[in-house]
Each structure stands twice: as C-alpha cells, then as structure tokens.
C-alpha cells in the first residue's frame, strides 16, 4: 500500500501501522475489495499470502530491491532466457536499440487488436455490500462461500 507524498495525509503516514491510527477502517475496507472484486465476474475470491497479515515498509522495500535486483538480471540478460529484452531507454542495457530499429520491430508484427482474436463478450455486474456483510452465494453456475 502506498501513499502519494502530495497526499495531505501523508507526513502521518510512514507505515502500515500509521493507517489504522490515522485511517480506522481503512485497511479492513481494502482487504475486503481486493478479497472480492472479482467475483462478479465469476471469478473465485482472492487468496493472501501471510495469512492475511499486512506487511510493514521494510518488508515492502526488501521486496522492492529483490524485484528490481531480478529485472536487473533479466534487462542486462545476465541470465539467459527467451524474454525480448531490447529496449530505447537503458543506454547500458547490451540490448539498447535506436527508435528507429524499434519502429521497424513494432511495425513487422501484425497491428494490435484491443479485443484480441475472438474475445467474448464482456457482462459487467455491480454488486454493493457493506464491508462486514459476507459474500456467498450462486454466480455464473459457481457457489462462493464466506471465509
């Protein structure tokens, strides 16, 4: 979870346990909509790893420089692998190229489809519900059950 620094609440805000102080409800309230929002599509309740338990700011910053330390790996291609790692922004990656070699990348595959090769379509469904109340019932054939 983060915080814009623009945020008026932000110079209250330095981690986790700031929110529950400064903010009483919220987390519970974000749990809930990440646990959920995809079931009206049909899809199965969320899963959290930790138990459920929110993270504190160190645990989220080893995170983040374990991520970047792998995308490091990947974009200097000091692991091998088949991922197309050429780029027009990181002049010391081995894959740098010119705008102009990505232009003739971009323009030698077919033009991009925003509904993609025969997407179905797409019934959006709105459910309002207290953060309290439980989600269970019958979707798309598919029984959800409360935890």
């Not at 945020?7 to 009483?24: G, N, Y």
């Not at 010119?98 to 990348?105: C, F, P, R, T």
């Not at 207290?130 to 935890?147: L, Q």
């Amino acid at each position: 979870m983060v915080i814009d620094i623009n945020d008026p609440l932000a110079e209250k805000l330095h981690d986790i346990s700031d929110v529950d102080e400064h903010m009483p409800g919220m987390l519970p309230a974000t749990r809930d909509f990440l646990r959920n929002y995809k079931i009206p599509q049909g899809k199965p309740m969320n899963q959290f790893g930790f138990d459920g338990e929110w993270k504190d700011k160190n645990f989220a910053k080893s995170i983040i420089k374990e991520t970047h330390a792998h995308w490091l790996e990947l974009i200097m291609r000091r692991k091998e692998g088949k991922i197309f790692t050429e780029n027009t922004s990181l002049p010391n990656s081995p894959f740098f190229i010119s705008q102009s070699e990505a232009g003739d990348v971009i323009n030698a595959n077919p033009p991009y489809n925003a509904a993609g090769p025969g997407q179905p379509e797409q019934k959006s469904v709105f459910v309002h519900r207290s953060v309290g109340e439980p989600v269970c019932g019958e979707i798309r054939g598919r029984y959800c059950y409360p935890e």
